[in-house]
C-alpha cells in the first residue's frame, strides 16, 4: 500500500556546526530524534554505562526490597518468581532467578528453595490469579516476585498476603486507583524516585538484580566483577520485543546488551542464535526483533512459556537441546498457523465491502487466541484501519485490537462491548479483550463498525511514513553507511533512518527471488552513476510503476557485501511514480 511521505522540517543550519562531526543527513536525523546539543549528540552516538545508567538503590522501596530477599535467602525460605508469559516476563524471570541462585550459592545455600511460576497463555491467561494463589501457598511460598505483571492484581495479592504470603511487584505496566500491598519496584507509581520511567519489565527485572549484587559484595559475598553486565543479553532481548522508547537509559541498557549477546555465555540462547541462522558478533536490534524475540515467544503463543524459561536457564547444551527443539517446533507451527488463520481471514474479507467499511471485525471459533494480535497487526499494516480479530478458548472469545494513532482501539472495544465484553485492556494502538456469550460477538462487531465510521477519516486510513530528510543520491556513500550505523541501537524511538530521493532516472527495473517478489532497481545519481536498490516483498508494485520514467524513491541507506567487495545499495520502504510535491 502507497504511503503518505512525511518529511520531517529542516533543521535550523546552526545546529549542522553543533554535531559537525556527523554528515547532514544524520545531523537532521538527529535533530528530529530530538537532540540538540553537542552533548545530546555525545551521548545517543556513544551510550556510557558508568554515565548513562542509573544507580538501582534510586528506586524507593529498593532498600527494603533486598533486605527482605536476603532474609528470604538466609532463612530458607520458598521464593517463588511468577513471570508473564511473552519474552519480557520470560527473560524478567531469568534475570532474578539467574541472580537469586548465583547468591544462594555464594551464601552457602545452593538447595534453597527458589523456583518459578508462569501462567499457560491460554487456560489462565495474563498476570497473578486468584486460583494461583492457593498452589503457591501449597508449595510453601513465603516471597512472592511476580514479573512484568502485579500491579493490577490488588485483590491476588491481598489473597496471597492472606496466606502468609509477602509480595515485590517488580513491572511496568498501567495501573489502577488502588496499588497492590506490597513492595512496589515499578518506575512510574505515585511518588517513585526512579528517574527514568520507560523501562521493560526485563529492565525493571535487571534493577533489582543489580541492587542484589551490590548488595552481596557489600556483605563480603566473592561475587565476580562484571556479574551484572552479563545478564544484559537478556534485557536487550525484551527491550526490544516489548518496543519500549530507545531513549536515555534503554538506550544504554540496550546498546551493551547487544555487545553481551553477540558473545553470550548462555549455552540455550547460543542454540536458539545458531538456530535462527544468526552469526555471533554481527547480530542487531533488528535480528532480536525478527529472529530471536518470534522464536521466545513463539513458546508461550503454541506451548508453554516454561519451555523458553528453561532454555534460557539450561547449564549446559544437552540440558538445553530439547527446550530448543520444542521452541523450533513452536516457531513452525505459529508461522504455519499465522499464514492458515492469514489464508482464512482474507477469504472472509473477500465476502465483505472492506473497502467501504472503516474497520475490520473478524471472528472465528477455531483461530487461537494467542496468534490474533499477529493476524490483527498484519491486517492494520495491509488495509490501514483499526482492526478487530477474535478467536476463542474453552467456550470464551478472545481478541485483539490494533489501530494506528489517533484511532484509540482500547477507547473503541470497550465502547462498542459495553454490556458484552468480560475483560478489556489495552492502550491508545492495541487491545485485548474477552467475549463470555457467543450472542455477544456479532453485537460487538455490529457497533465497532458503527463507531468506526463514525470516527475514521479518509485520512487516517493512509498510512504515514516519517521521512528524515531529502537527499541527493550523489551524496551517498558508505561513508555515510557507516556514519548512520552509529545511530544504533535502532527500534521504537529510533527508527532506522528514511530518506527520500525524487525524480531518480530508472536504468532497471525488474523483480527478484523465488517467486519475484522482491523489486529491484538501477538507477542513476546525479553525477550519472548506477546506485542499486531493493525492496523486499514490494514485486507485486512493479506493475504500478512506469517504465523508462522517473520515481520517488524512499529508502534506508545500506550496504551489499558479495565476494569481500562491499557497495552502496538502497533498502526500499515505499516507492512511487515522481511528481512534485511539498509534504512528500
Keep these: 500500500m502507497t504511503k503518505r511521505w512525511r518529511v520531517a522540517e529542516p533543521c535550523p543550519e546552526a545546529f549542522f556546526g553543533t554535531v559537525a562531526e556527523v554528515p547532514r543527513p544524520v545531523a537532521q536525523a ?71 541462585r548465583m547468591l544462594a550459592a555464594h551464601l552457602g545455600v545452593a538447595d534453597a528453595p527458589i523456583d518459578h511460576y508462569i501462567p499457560h497463555r491460554d487456560k489462565e491467561g495474563y498476570g497473578l490469579h486468584r486460583g494461583t494463589v492457593p498452589k503457591l501457598e501449597e508449595r510453601g511460598t513465603k516471597l512472592l516476585i511476580t514479573v512484568d505483571c502485579g500491579i493490577a492484581c490488588v485483590e491476588e495479592i491481598a489473597e496471597g498476603k492472606r496466606r502468609g504470603m509477602e509480595t515485590v511487584v517488580v513491572d511496568h505496566h498501567q495501573f489502577g486507583a488502588t496499588l497492590p500491598d506490597g513492595q512496589l519496584i515499578h518506575p512510574s507509581v505515585p511518588e517513585e524516585t526512579y528517574p527514568f520511567k520507560s523501562l521493560a519489565a526485563v529492565g525493571v527485572s535487571y534493577k533489582v538484580a543489580h541492587a542484589l549484587i551490590e548488595e552481596g559484595r557489600a556483605r563480603g559475598l566473592p561475587i565476580p566483577d562484571g556479574a551484572e553486565k552479563w545478564l544484559l543479553d537478556l534485557v536487550a532481548i525484551a527491550t526490544v520485543t516489548d518496543m519500549v522508547p530507545l531513549v536515555g537509559e534503554n538506550r544504554a541498557l540496550l546498546a551493551y546488551g547487544l555487545k553481551v549477546l553477540n558473545k553470550t555465555r548462555r549455552p540455550g540462547l547460543r542454540m536458539l542464535i545458531e538456530a535462527a541462522r544468526l552469526v555471533p558478533g554481527t547480530i542487531r536490534s533488528e535480528d532480536i526483533a525478527f529472529m530471536i524475540g518470534p522464536r521466545l515467544n513463539a513458546a508461550g503463543r503454541m506451548d508453554h512459556a516454561e519451555l523458553a524459561l528453561h532454555l534460557l536457564l539450561a547449564a549446559d547444551e544437552v540440558h538445553a537441546k530439547p527446550y530448543l527443539e520444542k521452541i523450533e517446533r513452536c516457531n513452525r507451527e505459529r508461522q504455519e498457523t499465522t499464514r492458515r488463520m492469514m489464508d482464512e481471514a482474507e477469504t472472509l474479507l473477500a465476502g465483505k465491502a472492506i473497502q467501504r467499511e472503516r474497520a475490520v471485525f473478524l471472528a472465528a471459533a477455531h483461530w487461537s487466541p494467542a496468534l490474533v494480535g499477529l493476524i490483527a497487526g498484519k491486517l492494520l499494516e495491509r488495509f490501514s ?7 476463542a478458548h474453552g467456550g470464551t472469545w478472545i481478541g485483539s485490537g490494533r489501530s494506528y494513532a489517533p484511532f484509540d482501539i482500547t477507547d473503541a472495544v470497550r465502547t462498542s462491548g459495553e454490556g458484552v465484553l468480560s475483560r478489556v485492556g489495552g492502550h491508545l494502538q492495541a487491545c485485548g479483550f474477552s467475549v463470555a456469550e457467543d450472542a455477544g460477538i456479532p453485537v460487538l462487531e455490529e457497533r465497532f463498525y458503527a463507531h468506526a465510521a463514525s470516527r475514521v477519516t479518509d485520512e487516517m486510513m493512509v498510512p504515514e511514513l516519517v521521512v528524515d530528510a531529502r537527499v541527493s543520491l550523489a551524496d551517498l556513500s558508505l561513508d555515510l553507511w557507516e556514519q548512520i550505523e552509529r545511530m544504533e541501537p535502532f527500534g521504537e524511538g529510533n527508527r532506522r533512518p528514511v530518506f527520500v530521493a525524487e525524480r531518480v532516472p530508472v536504468v532497471v527495473m525488474d523483480t527478484v527471488g523465488a517467486q519475484r517478489q522482491h523489486l529491484r532497481l538501477t538507477v542513476l545519481n546525479e553525477r550519472g552513476m548506477r546506485v542499486k536498490a531493493i525492496g523486499f516483498k514490494m514485486g507485486p508494485r512493479l506493475a504500478e510503476l512506469p517504465m523508462g520514467g522517473e520515481l520517488d524513491l524512499a529508502f534506508h541507506v545500506d550496504q551489499n557485501e558479495w565476494n569481500g567487495r562491499r557497495e552502496l545499495q538502497l533498502k526500499l520502504v515505499d516507492v512511487r511514480a515522481s511528481k512534485s510535491f511539498t509534504e512528500v
Excluded at 540538540?36 to 556513544?46: I, K, Q
Excluded at 484501519?385 to 478467536?391: D, F, L, T, Y
Design 30 to 100: 538527529l535533530w528530529n530524534r530530538g537532540i540538540r546539543t553537542t552533548d545530546e549528540a555525545h551521548r545517543f552516538l556513544a551510550p556510557d554505562f558508568t554515565r548513562d545508567i542509573h544507580a538501582p538503590f534510586q528506586f524507593r522501596h529498593m532498600r527494603a526490597v533486598v533486605d527482605r530477599i536476603f532474609q528470604a535467602l538466609n532463612a530458607g525460605e520458598r521464593i517463588t518468581v511468577h513471570g508473564d508469559y511473552d519474552a519480557d516476563g520470560v527473560t524478567g524471570s531469568t534475570v532474578l532467578l539467574t541472580t537469586l
Design 385 to 391: 484501519r483499526p482492526v478487530a480479530i477474535v478467536g
